[in-house]
């Protein structure tokens, strides 16, 4: 199986299923110096860690990380840092079940058309449990960016048919509630909302925002490495995300020029500045030095107790009510996940930069 690895000069390849020994990760051309421990790495993995509140699956797992190479004496080594995490509470038994027909919405189908086999137990790879090691991964880029003055906010915009009003906007609420939203009110009457779909035995998607602030313009390569590429490209390999725009988005679709086009101004220093940001921060596929701005939109979780209809690998039409522990809602453990593939992509990109202009590789070699 190909297309578990990430990234060009920050790269990271994911391993492991989701019942069985453990998961992990190895993460290469992390450069040395970069002071880190396991805390560091577990304080991103419990955000995404299962049985935290009600709407979340009730599987307990401690998630404890262990950094098995690449750090010496609370620093990276430049060598490359590969992270364990154990399973520990599997229960696959749930899911003998379904190794004989294919549950709707998820990627039982395919896996079979494609290897003739498949890893039935929670969904094996294409379980979110693979996030763990895309979220310790992730974990290591945030440490990096925030070194240069690069932080992420990541937060759920929306759960179903409830938004959050920007009039409202509070980021502190976001730590303050299960559902990670910056608007209290709104935090609210999702939850009531994420009731009544458990009581129904259905579940729900929603719209996760992520806001980059410090970003440095220059960030991105023309053409196929464009930063909004990447950035695509990360945000669709999770595995529940269905859509993906930037700034206006498809809101732009609708605008005109007059209304779209972000001027440009002098500020009192000198430095350029932008009016607005319609754009989401990144001009022809490179970050223009505004905050990057991107939202994806999150499917309900599929696996649900209504009755469904499906077919067996023996080609019967039966009816069926997935069994096991799910969660009602997948958003809200996603914002760890989406702000840990943005971290990666903007330090994958970052790393690229260092090679772009003579002048900076002169100022790095020429002697003094």
Same mark, same amino acid.
């Given at each position: 199986?190909?297309?578990?690895?990430?990234?060009?000069?920050?790269?990271?390849?994911?391993? &492991?299923?989701?019942?069985?020994?453990?998961? #992990?990760?190895?993460?290469?051309?992390?450069?040395?110096?970069?002071?880190?421990?396991? +805390?560091?790495?577990?304080?991103?993995?419990?955000? *995404?860690?299962?049985? +935290?509140?009600?709407?979340?699956?009730?599987?307990?797992?401690?998630?404890?990380?262990?950094?098995? =190479?690449?750090?010496?004496? &609370?620093?990276?080594?430049?060598?490359?840092?590969?992270?364990?995490?154990?399973?520990?509470? +599997?229960? =696959?038994?749930?899911?003998?079940?379904?190794?004989?027909?294919?549950?709707?919405?998820?990627?039982?189908?395919?896996?079979?058309?494609?290897?003739?086999? *498949?890893?039935?137990?929670?969904? #094996?790879?294409?379980? &979110?449990?693979?996030?763990?090691?895309?979220?310790?991964?992730?974990?290591?880029?945030?440490?990096?960016?925030?070194?240069?003055?690069? *932080?992420?906010?990541?937060?759920?915009?929306?759960?179903?048919?409830?938004?959050?009003?920007? +009039?409202?906007?509070?980021?502190?609420?976001?730590?303050?509630?299960?559902?990670?939203?910056?608007?209290?009110?709104?935090? #609210?009457?999702?939850?009531?909302?994420?009731?009544?779909?458990?009581?129904?035995?259905?579940?729900?998607? &929603?719209?996760?925002?992520?806001?980059?602030?410090?970003?440095?313009?220059?960030?991105?390569?023309?053409?196929? !490495?464009?930063?909004?590429?990447?950035?695509?490209?990360?945000?669709?390999?999770?595995?529940?995300?269905?859509?993906?725009?930037?700034?206006?988005?498809?809101?732009?679709?609708?605008? *005109?020029?007059?209304?779209?086009?972000?001027?440009?101004?002098?500020?009192? !220093?000198?430095?350029?500045?932008?009016?607005?940001?319609?754009?989401?921060?990144?001009?022809?596929?490179?970050?223009?030095?505004?905050?990057?701005?991107?939202?994806?939109?999150?499917?309900?979780?599929?696996?649900?107790?209504?009755?469904?209809?499906?077919?067996?690998? !023996?080609?019967?039409?039966?009816?069926?009510?997935?069994?096991?522990?799910?969660?009602?809602?997948?958003?809200?453990?996603?914002?760890?996940?989406?702000?840990?593939?943005?971290?990666?992509?903007?330090?994958?990109?970052?790393?690229?930069?260092?090679?772009?202009?003579?002048?900076?590789?002169?100022?790095?070699?020429?002697?003094?």
């Amino acid at each position: 199986m190909s297309g578990s690895t990430f990234g060009k000069h920050f790269q990271l390849t994911t391993w &492991g299923e989701s019942h069985g020994k453990a998961l #992990g990760v190895v993460v290469d051309g992390c450069p040395a110096g970069l002071p880190l421990c396991e +805390q560091d790495i577990q304080i991103f993995l419990n955000r *995404r860690r299962p049985g +935290q509140n009600r709407f979340s699956t009730p599987r307990r797992e401690n998630d404890a990380v262990e950094i098995l =190479s690449g750090v010496f004496e &609370g620093k990276t080594t430049g060598c490359p840092i590969s992270m364990i995490v154990k399973n520990e509470t +599997q229960r =696959s038994a749930d899911y003998t079940e379904i190794a004989s027909y294919y549950r709707p919405g998820h990627a039982d189908y395919t896996f079979d058309q494609k290897y003739g086999f *498949r890893d039935y137990r929670g969904g #094996g790879r294409s379980s &979110g449990r693979e996030t763990i090691g895309r979220v310790a991964a992730g974990a290591i880029a945030s440490k990096i960016l925030e070194a240069l003055g690069i *932080r992420l906010m990541t937060y759920t915009r929306s759960i179903g048919p409830v938004e959050i009003d920007m +009039q409202n906007f509070d980021s502190s609420q976001i730590w303050e509630n299960p559902l990670y939203m910056p608007d209290a009110e709104a935090a #609210g009457r999702a939850s009531e909302y994420l009731e009544d779909c458990k009581k129904e035995g259905n579940s729900s998607g &929603g719209v996760i925002e992520c806001v980059a602030t410090g970003m440095i313009p220059g960030i991105g390569e023309p053409v196929f !490495d464009k930063l909004s590429a990447n950035l695509a490209k990360a945000m669709f390999s999770i595995g529940a995300v269905k859509s993906f725009e930037i700034g206006d988005g498809f809101a732009a679709s609708m605008a *005109r020029g007059s209304e779209n086009n972000d001027c440009f101004f002098l500020s009192e !220093d000198g430095s350029f500045g932008k009016l607005t940001n319609h754009a989401g921060g990144i001009l022809g596929g490179i970050s223009d030095g505004s905050d990057l701005v991107f939202r994806v939109g999150v499917k309900p979780t599929p696996s649900i107790s209504l009755p469904q209809k499906t077919v067996t690998r !023996d080609h019967k039409e039966i009816e069926v009510r997935v069994k096991g522990r799910h969660d009602p809602v997948i958003v809200p453990r996603a914002v760890v996940v989406v702000e840990s593939m943005a971290a990666l992509t903007i330090t994958d990109l970052l790393f690229s930069n260092m090679a772009c202009r003579m002048d900076a590789i002169e100022k790095f070699y020429k002697k003094d």
